[in-house]
Antibody
Framework: EVQLLESGGNLVPPGGSLRLSCAVS????????MTWVRQAPGKGLEWVSAISATSANIYYTDSVKGRFTISRDNSKNTVYLQMNSLRAEDTALYYC????????????WGQGTLVTVSS | QTVVTQEPSLTVSPGGTVTLTCASSTGAVTSGYYPNWFQQKPGQAPRALIH???NKYSWTPARFSGSLLGGKAALTVSGVQPEDEAEYYC?????????FGGGTKLTVL
């Protein structure tokens, strides 16, 4: 059974930092890209960042470039999102998803971890 | 920044057919955008329905189908069921940029 378990969400003041983790099981983690997607309260989905299987290719949406860093540890089947200089508009439920391959794309999602940026 | 546009809301009767569309501000959507479709119900994580325009997953009900229609990606639901009431999101890949549409609230009434 495929499982993605996010953790690390919390209440943090503006300008603060947080590191999210996503622990994966049920598929060969080192073979797949991984992605973070967020959803602000009552709003739609927003793609945030992606990392290739070997970490050779990394992508960010414009609004988080220079503030967020995605990384992964294939020995721990875990992907991370380091978030710095947090703003109120970063408040959202952050989902980790399995990335794209020839036969699938974002097919498995975690339940999300809530990040609240507020003083 | 690319904007991906979906109908904000659609209403369909049970047993009916409805088509949701997904347009890109950069022009016609092609298979090279690898359109994806997701269903999200309140309080739940999104569920993948369609990838690469028209490919289904093992869990995707047969009544859901994806296509390209008039320069847009499209999701058609044929024989709508009450449980299909949900928010539907499309996603397009444009080079290194990945963008979700704003979502379509599908009401089954």
């Amino acid at each position: 059974e495929v499982q993605l378990l996010e953790s690390g969400g919390n209440l943090v003041p503006p300008g603060g930092s947080l590191r999210l983790s996503c622990a994966v099981s049920g598929f060969t983690f080192s073979n797949y890209a991984m992605t973070w997607v967020r959803q602000a309260p009552g709003k739609g989905l927003e793609w945030v960042s992606a990392i290739s299987a070997t970490s050779a290719n990394i992508y960010y949406t414009d609004s988080v470039k220079g503030r967020f860093t995605i990384s992964r540890d294939n020995s721990k089947n875990t992907v991370y999102l380091q978030m710095n200089s947090l703003r109120a508009e970063d408040t959202a439920l952050y989902y980790c998803t399995k990335g794209c391959s020839v036969s699938s794309c974002y097919d498995y999602w975690g339940q999300g971890t809530l990040v609240t940026v507020s003083s | 920044q690319t904007v991906v546009t979906q109908e904000p809301s659609l209403t369909v009767s049970p047993g009916g057919t409805v088509t949701l569309t997904c347009a890109s501000s950069t022009g016609a959507v092609t298979s090279g955008y690898y359109p994806n479709w997701f269903q999200q119900k309140p309080g739940q994580a999104p569920r993948a329905l369609i990838h690469s325009t028209s490919n289904k997953y093992s869990w995707t009900p047969a009544r859901f189908s994806g296509s390209l229609l008039g320069g847009k990606a499209a999701l058609t639901v044929s024989g709508v069921q009450p449980e299909d009431e949900a928010e539907y999101y499309c996603l397009l890949h444009q080079g290194g940029v990945v963008v979700f549409g704003g979502g379509t609230k599908l009401t089954v009434l």
